[in-house]
Protein backbone atom coordinates (compact mmCIF):
# COMPACT_ATOMS: atom_id res chain seq x y z
CA UNK A 1 0.00 0.00 0.00
CA UNK A 2 1.33 3.41 -0.88
CA UNK A 3 0.99 6.10 1.49
CA UNK A 4 0.42 9.44 0.88
CA UNK A 5 1.17 12.98 2.24
CA UNK A 6 -1.86 15.36 1.96
CA UNK A 7 -2.15 18.02 4.31
CA UNK A 8 1.01 20.64 5.98
CA UNK A 9 0.78 22.60 8.67
CA UNK A 10 3.98 24.63 10.39
CA UNK A 11 4.53 26.90 13.19
CA UNK A 12 7.95 28.16 14.00
CA UNK A 13 10.35 31.46 14.81
CA UNK A 14 10.02 32.35 11.04
CA UNK A 15 6.41 32.30 10.48
CA UNK A 16 3.44 30.83 11.37
CA UNK A 17 1.75 28.59 8.57
CA UNK A 18 3.67 27.21 5.39
CA UNK A 19 3.95 30.23 3.42
CA UNK A 20 5.50 32.82 5.85
CA UNK A 21 7.94 29.43 6.50
CA UNK A 22 9.05 29.62 3.49
CA UNK A 23 8.76 33.13 2.40
CA UNK A 24 11.69 33.27 5.38
CA UNK A 25 13.48 30.34 4.28
CA UNK A 26 13.72 31.81 0.53
CA UNK A 27 14.71 35.26 2.20
CA UNK A 28 17.70 33.83 4.27
CA UNK A 29 15.86 35.51 7.06
CA UNK A 30 16.56 33.24 10.32
CA UNK A 31 14.77 33.85 13.63
CA UNK A 32 17.17 33.86 16.36
CA UNK A 33 17.44 36.41 19.19
CA UNK A 34 17.67 36.69 23.07
CA UNK A 35 15.22 34.71 25.03
CA UNK A 36 11.78 36.96 25.72
CA UNK A 37 9.38 34.42 27.09
CA UNK A 38 10.87 33.93 30.59
CA UNK A 39 13.85 35.50 32.74
CA UNK A 40 16.98 34.10 32.55
CA UNK A 41 20.58 34.68 33.20
CA UNK A 42 21.80 32.49 29.91
CA UNK A 43 22.95 35.31 27.12
CA UNK A 44 22.22 32.87 24.41
CA UNK A 45 20.02 32.55 20.58
CA UNK A 46 16.64 30.89 20.54
CA UNK A 47 14.35 31.18 17.72
CA UNK A 48 11.15 31.95 19.58
CA UNK A 49 7.48 31.93 17.60
CA UNK A 50 7.09 35.57 17.67
CA UNK A 51 3.60 35.84 19.47
CA UNK A 52 2.47 35.43 23.11
CA UNK A 53 0.05 32.97 24.40
CA UNK A 54 -2.86 35.33 24.70
CA UNK A 55 -2.60 36.22 21.12
CA UNK A 56 -2.13 32.41 20.12
CA UNK A 57 -5.45 31.74 21.88
CA UNK A 58 -6.86 34.62 19.81
CA UNK A 59 -5.64 32.92 16.28
CA UNK A 60 -7.15 29.95 17.10
CA UNK A 61 -10.66 31.70 19.06
CA UNK A 62 -10.37 29.68 22.21
CA UNK A 63 -11.55 31.57 25.60
CA UNK A 64 -8.58 33.57 26.93
CA UNK A 65 -9.17 32.82 30.60
CA UNK A 66 -8.57 29.09 29.79
CA UNK A 67 -5.27 27.15 30.71
CA UNK A 68 -3.18 25.91 27.90
CA UNK A 69 0.38 24.77 27.98
CA UNK A 70 2.63 26.92 25.00
CA UNK A 71 3.14 23.37 23.60
CA UNK A 72 -0.70 22.90 23.07
CA UNK A 73 -1.47 25.95 21.33
CA UNK A 74 1.97 25.87 18.83
CA UNK A 75 0.70 22.35 18.46
CA UNK A 76 -3.39 23.34 17.70
CA UNK A 77 -2.39 25.54 14.89
CA UNK A 78 0.06 23.74 12.95
CA UNK A 79 -2.43 20.63 13.19
CA UNK A 80 -5.26 22.88 12.07
CA UNK A 81 -3.56 24.12 9.16
CA UNK A 82 -2.43 20.77 7.96
CA UNK A 83 -6.16 19.25 9.01
CA UNK A 84 -7.40 22.44 6.62
CA UNK A 85 -4.70 21.79 3.75
CA UNK A 86 -6.10 18.03 3.45
CA UNK A 87 -9.36 18.46 3.03
CA UNK A 88 -9.84 15.82 5.68
CA UNK A 89 -13.55 14.51 6.57
CA UNK A 90 -13.21 13.93 10.39
CA UNK A 91 -17.11 12.56 10.44
CA UNK A 92 -16.44 9.68 8.11
CA UNK A 93 -12.84 8.86 8.13
CA UNK A 94 -11.06 6.99 10.72
CA UNK A 95 -8.70 9.69 11.77
CA UNK A 96 -5.93 9.37 14.32
CA UNK A 97 -3.70 12.02 15.98
CA UNK A 98 -0.05 10.88 16.71
CA UNK A 99 1.97 14.10 18.16
CA UNK A 100 5.39 13.71 19.60
CA UNK A 101 7.05 16.29 22.00
CA UNK A 102 9.86 16.65 24.94
CA UNK A 103 8.40 19.33 27.45
CA UNK A 104 5.15 18.83 27.20
CA UNK A 105 3.16 21.10 29.85
CA UNK A 106 6.25 22.34 31.55
CA UNK A 107 5.70 25.71 30.78
CA UNK A 108 3.31 26.18 32.66
CA UNK A 109 4.75 23.71 35.89
CA UNK A 110 7.24 26.35 36.13
CA UNK A 111 4.79 28.77 36.43
CA UNK A 112 3.62 27.14 39.03
CA UNK A 113 6.55 26.24 40.89
CA UNK A 114 7.69 29.94 41.33
CA UNK A 115 4.48 30.99 42.69
CA UNK A 116 4.03 27.31 44.75
CA UNK A 117 7.45 27.80 46.66
CA UNK A 118 5.96 31.29 47.82
CA UNK A 119 2.82 29.76 49.23
CA UNK A 120 2.08 26.36 48.86
CA UNK A 121 -1.76 26.61 49.20
CA UNK A 122 -2.67 29.34 46.54
CA UNK A 123 -1.49 28.03 43.09
CA UNK A 124 -4.05 26.53 40.62
CA UNK A 125 -3.29 22.69 40.06
CA UNK A 126 -4.36 22.91 36.24
CA UNK A 127 -1.07 24.06 35.52
CA UNK A 128 0.36 21.13 37.17
CA UNK A 129 -1.85 18.69 35.45
CA UNK A 130 -0.48 19.43 31.86
CA UNK A 131 2.27 18.52 32.52
CA UNK A 132 2.78 14.87 31.48
CA UNK A 133 3.74 15.12 27.37
CA UNK A 134 0.63 13.76 26.95
CA UNK A 135 -2.06 16.28 28.10
CA UNK A 136 -1.06 18.66 25.36
CA UNK A 137 -1.42 15.88 22.83
CA UNK A 138 -5.26 15.27 24.20
CA UNK A 139 -5.85 19.30 24.09
CA UNK A 140 -4.95 19.37 20.26
CA UNK A 141 -6.94 16.11 19.74
CA UNK A 142 -10.25 17.98 21.65
CA UNK A 143 -8.99 20.91 19.13
CA UNK A 144 -9.74 19.75 16.42
CA UNK A 145 -12.39 16.79 17.57
CA UNK A 146 -10.15 13.55 16.31
CA UNK A 147 -10.58 10.48 18.78
CA UNK A 148 -10.16 8.22 16.82
CA UNK A 149 -7.06 7.24 18.21
CA UNK A 150 -4.70 9.58 19.71
CA UNK A 151 -1.18 9.10 21.36
CA UNK A 152 1.99 10.62 22.22
CA UNK A 153 5.53 9.69 21.11
CA UNK A 154 8.39 11.21 23.23
CA UNK A 155 11.90 10.01 22.28
CA UNK A 156 13.93 13.21 22.49
CA UNK A 157 14.65 14.47 18.80
CA UNK A 158 13.54 11.46 16.71
CA UNK A 159 10.04 11.97 18.21
CA UNK A 160 8.29 13.52 15.30
CA UNK A 161 10.23 11.17 12.92
CA UNK A 162 8.71 8.11 14.89
CA UNK A 163 5.42 9.51 14.71
CA UNK A 164 5.00 9.35 11.21
CA UNK A 165 6.16 6.23 10.87
CA UNK A 166 3.78 4.91 13.60
CA UNK A 167 1.04 6.72 11.48
CA UNK A 168 2.17 5.20 8.26
CA UNK A 169 1.83 1.81 9.61
CA UNK A 170 -1.53 2.14 10.99
CA UNK A 171 -2.48 3.05 7.80
CA UNK A 172 -0.70 0.18 6.14
CA UNK A 173 -2.43 -2.38 8.64
CA UNK A 174 -6.09 -0.86 8.07
CA UNK A 175 -6.42 0.47 11.46
CA UNK A 176 -7.00 4.30 10.26
CA UNK A 177 -7.89 5.89 7.40
CA UNK A 178 -5.73 8.94 7.75
CA UNK A 179 -3.04 10.16 10.20
CA UNK A 180 -2.09 13.44 11.71
CA UNK A 181 1.42 13.14 12.18
CA UNK A 182 4.17 15.48 13.54
CA UNK A 183 5.26 17.22 16.71
CA UNK A 184 5.57 20.06 18.89
CA UNK A 185 7.74 21.54 21.54
CA UNK A 186 7.87 25.31 23.65
CA UNK A 187 10.76 26.74 24.80
CA UNK A 188 11.10 26.79 28.74
CA UNK A 189 13.80 27.38 31.33
CA UNK A 190 14.20 23.54 31.92
CA UNK A 191 15.33 23.07 28.31
CA UNK A 192 17.45 25.79 27.97
CA UNK A 193 19.17 25.05 31.54
CA UNK A 194 19.35 21.38 30.30
CA UNK A 195 21.06 21.94 27.42
CA UNK A 196 23.27 24.56 28.79
CA UNK A 197 24.29 21.64 31.92
CA UNK A 198 25.87 19.32 28.66
CA UNK A 199 27.38 22.59 27.00
CA UNK A 200 26.66 22.32 23.82
CA UNK A 201 25.03 25.39 23.70
CA UNK A 202 26.86 27.96 21.02
CA UNK A 203 26.63 31.62 22.64
CA UNK A 204 26.20 32.17 18.80
CA UNK A 205 24.41 31.93 16.06
CA UNK A 206 24.86 28.34 15.48
CA UNK A 207 27.17 27.27 11.92
CA UNK A 208 25.82 23.43 11.37
CA UNK A 209 28.26 21.42 9.69
CA UNK A 210 31.25 24.15 9.47
CA UNK A 211 34.43 23.97 11.12
CA UNK A 212 34.07 26.56 13.73
CA UNK A 213 30.69 25.24 14.83
CA UNK A 214 30.20 25.55 18.64
CA UNK A 215 27.19 24.17 19.40
CA UNK A 216 23.40 24.40 18.66
CA UNK A 217 20.71 27.04 19.34
CA UNK A 218 17.22 26.15 20.73
CA UNK A 219 14.12 26.43 19.18
CA UNK A 220 10.19 26.04 19.45
CA UNK A 221 7.28 25.12 17.17
CA UNK A 222 5.06 22.75 15.83
CA UNK A 223 4.99 20.45 12.30
CA UNK A 224 2.32 18.12 11.02
CA UNK A 225 1.70 16.47 7.93
CA UNK A 226 -1.65 14.26 6.88
CA UNK A 227 -0.93 10.76 5.73
CA UNK A 228 -3.33 8.61 4.05
CA UNK A 229 -4.16 6.09 2.25
CA UNK A 230 -4.62 6.30 -2.04
CA UNK A 231 -8.73 5.02 -1.92
CA UNK A 232 -9.58 8.17 0.10
CA UNK A 233 -7.91 11.09 -1.09
CA UNK A 234 -9.65 14.48 -1.75
CA UNK A 235 -7.34 15.84 -3.76
CA UNK A 236 -4.03 15.56 -5.03
CA UNK A 237 -1.44 15.11 -2.83
CA UNK A 238 1.97 16.32 -2.05
CA UNK A 239 3.97 13.09 -2.71
CA UNK A 240 4.63 9.44 -1.05
CA UNK A 241 6.37 8.47 2.05
CA UNK A 242 8.43 5.94 0.57
CA UNK A 243 11.07 4.97 2.62
CA UNK A 244 11.71 4.70 6.73
CA UNK A 245 13.58 3.77 9.59
CA UNK A 246 14.65 3.83 13.19
CA UNK A 247 17.29 2.34 15.04
CA UNK A 248 18.92 2.54 18.54
CA UNK A 249 23.03 2.46 18.40
CA UNK A 250 23.03 2.57 22.26
CA UNK A 251 26.09 4.31 22.15
CA UNK A 252 25.87 7.32 24.54
CA UNK A 253 22.99 8.69 26.42
CA UNK A 254 23.38 11.98 24.30
CA UNK A 255 26.23 11.22 21.78
CA UNK A 256 25.96 9.42 18.37
CA UNK A 257 29.20 7.23 17.66
CA UNK A 258 32.33 8.66 16.05
CA UNK A 259 31.57 6.40 13.21
CA UNK A 260 28.36 7.60 12.94
CA UNK A 261 26.36 3.86 13.16
CA UNK A 262 23.49 5.06 14.13
CA UNK A 263 22.82 7.68 11.41
CA UNK A 264 24.24 4.91 9.33
CA UNK A 265 21.99 2.04 10.07
CA UNK A 266 19.25 4.95 9.88
CA UNK A 267 19.59 6.07 6.51
CA UNK A 268 20.39 2.63 5.04
CA UNK A 269 17.22 0.80 6.32
CA UNK A 270 15.54 3.64 5.11
CA UNK A 271 16.68 4.16 1.41
CA UNK A 272 16.52 0.26 1.66
CA UNK A 273 12.72 0.14 2.44
CA UNK A 274 11.97 2.26 -0.38
CA UNK A 275 13.38 0.62 -2.97
CA UNK A 276 15.44 3.41 -4.36
CA UNK A 277 18.83 3.26 -5.30
CA UNK A 278 21.05 5.85 -3.31
CA UNK A 279 22.14 7.66 -6.50
CA UNK A 280 18.29 8.78 -6.80
CA UNK A 281 18.20 10.77 -4.12
CA UNK A 282 18.50 14.60 -4.63
CA UNK A 283 18.41 16.29 -1.41
CA UNK A 284 19.19 15.72 2.15
CA UNK A 285 17.78 17.72 5.21
CA UNK A 286 20.44 16.79 7.72
CA UNK A 287 20.14 16.92 11.59
CA UNK A 288 22.64 18.70 11.53
CA UNK A 289 22.52 20.90 14.76
CA UNK A 290 25.83 22.26 14.94
CA UNK A 291 27.23 20.15 17.91
CA UNK A 292 30.85 18.99 17.52
CA UNK A 293 29.99 15.67 17.62
CA UNK A 294 26.49 15.19 16.05
CA UNK A 295 27.49 17.11 12.42
CA UNK A 296 31.03 15.08 12.93
CA UNK A 297 29.13 11.59 12.72
CA UNK A 298 26.25 12.42 10.60
CA UNK A 299 28.51 13.67 7.72
CA UNK A 300 30.89 10.35 8.30
CA UNK A 301 27.49 8.19 7.94
CA UNK A 302 26.71 10.26 4.54
CA UNK A 303 30.21 9.61 3.65
CA UNK A 304 30.06 5.83 3.96
CA UNK A 305 26.74 5.47 2.14
CA UNK A 306 27.23 7.91 -1.04
CA UNK A 307 31.14 7.82 -1.26
CA UNK A 308 32.15 10.86 -3.36
CA UNK A 309 28.78 11.75 -5.07
CA UNK A 310 27.33 13.08 -2.14
CA UNK A 311 23.81 14.74 -2.70
CA UNK A 312 23.38 18.23 -2.06
CA UNK A 313 22.28 18.53 1.37
CA UNK A 314 21.91 21.16 4.64
CA UNK A 315 20.35 21.65 7.94
CA UNK A 316 17.77 24.54 8.92
CA UNK A 317 18.36 24.60 12.56
CA UNK A 318 20.77 27.75 12.06
CA UNK A 319 16.75 29.45 10.65
CA UNK A 320 14.51 27.87 13.41
CA UNK A 321 16.67 26.36 16.01
CA UNK A 322 16.49 22.82 17.39
CA UNK A 323 13.22 22.79 18.16
CA UNK A 324 13.41 18.74 19.68
CA UNK A 325 10.05 16.60 20.04
CA UNK A 326 8.74 19.22 17.08
CA UNK A 327 12.14 18.55 14.98
CA UNK A 328 10.78 16.42 12.67
CA UNK A 329 7.32 17.36 12.13
CA UNK A 330 8.82 20.82 11.10
CA UNK A 331 11.85 19.54 9.13
CA UNK A 332 9.09 17.13 7.03
CA UNK A 333 6.90 19.73 5.81
CA UNK A 334 9.97 21.46 4.60
CA UNK A 335 11.06 17.82 3.28
CA UNK A 336 7.62 17.13 1.59
CA UNK A 337 7.35 21.03 0.26
CA UNK A 338 11.52 20.22 -1.60
CA UNK A 339 10.00 17.53 -3.38
CA UNK A 340 6.51 19.07 -4.76
CA UNK A 341 8.36 22.54 -5.49
CA UNK A 342 11.92 21.24 -6.00
CA UNK A 343 13.08 23.51 -3.36
CA UNK A 344 16.58 23.16 -1.23
CA UNK A 345 17.51 25.33 1.66
CA UNK A 346 20.12 27.33 2.69
CA UNK A 347 22.84 26.22 5.70
CA UNK A 348 23.19 29.53 6.91
CA UNK A 349 26.96 30.57 8.12
CA UNK A 350 28.47 27.78 6.51
CA UNK A 351 32.38 28.59 5.47
CA UNK A 352 35.04 25.78 5.99
CA UNK A 353 33.90 22.24 5.90
CA UNK A 354 34.76 19.82 9.08
CA UNK A 355 38.60 18.45 7.88
CA UNK A 356 37.28 14.90 8.80
CA UNK A 357 34.88 14.73 6.30
CA UNK A 358 35.27 17.43 4.22
CA UNK A 359 31.37 18.11 3.25
CA UNK A 360 29.66 21.43 1.34
CA UNK A 361 26.28 22.01 2.19
CA UNK A 362 24.18 23.75 -0.17
CA UNK A 363 24.22 27.38 0.97
CA UNK A 364 21.39 29.02 -0.93
CA UNK A 365 18.13 29.03 -1.49
CA UNK A 366 17.14 27.23 -4.57
CA UNK A 367 13.70 26.08 -6.07
CA UNK A 368 12.25 24.46 -9.42
CA UNK A 369 14.81 21.61 -9.36
CA UNK A 370 14.09 17.87 -10.58
CA UNK A 371 14.01 16.68 -7.23
CA UNK A 372 12.61 13.30 -6.77
CA UNK A 373 13.43 11.98 -3.43
CA UNK A 374 14.44 13.79 -0.27
CA UNK A 375 15.84 11.89 2.54
CA UNK A 376 15.24 13.59 6.12
CA UNK A 377 16.98 12.97 9.46
CA UNK A 378 16.43 13.47 12.88
CA UNK A 379 18.80 12.18 15.25
CA UNK A 380 17.80 11.61 19.56
CA UNK A 381 19.57 11.33 22.57
CA UNK A 382 20.66 8.02 23.55
CA UNK A 383 21.48 7.20 20.05
CA UNK A 384 17.46 6.92 18.89
CA UNK A 385 17.96 7.74 15.24
CA UNK A 386 15.76 8.27 12.41
CA UNK A 387 15.20 8.43 8.80
CA UNK A 388 12.59 9.28 6.55
CA UNK A 389 12.27 9.53 2.74
CA UNK A 390 10.10 11.20 0.81
CA UNK A 391 9.34 10.92 -2.91
CA UNK A 392 7.73 12.52 -6.34
CA UNK A 393 4.69 11.41 -7.55
CA UNK A 394 6.07 10.98 -11.09
CA UNK A 395 9.16 10.46 -12.11
CA UNK A 396 10.93 14.01 -12.89
Given at each position: ?????????????????????????????????????????????????????????????????????????????????????????LNTLRVGLISSTSVGGMDLSEHFYNAFKKDNRKRRLREVISHDCGASTEMIADYL?????????????????????????????????????????????????????????????????????????????????????????????YCLLSGYSNVNEAFHQTGSSPEGNGPFWSMTEAIAKSEILPEKIDYINVHGTGTLSNDLSEGLAIRRIFGDKIPPFSSVKAFIGHTLGASEGIEAVYSVLSVYHGFIYPNLNFKEPIEENMLMPETSFREGLPIRNVLSNSFGFGGNDSSILFSTLKEK
Open positions: MKIYVTGLGVVSGIGLGVAENIASLRKHQHGMRKVTLFPTELDVPVSEVKYSNEELKRLLSLDIQKTFSRTALLGMLAAREAVDDARLDKVNDFVTTISTACSSAANAIMLGARMIRNDQLDAAIVGGTDALCKFTLNGFNSLMILDKEHCRPFDASRAGLNLGEGAGYIVLQSEKLLRKEP
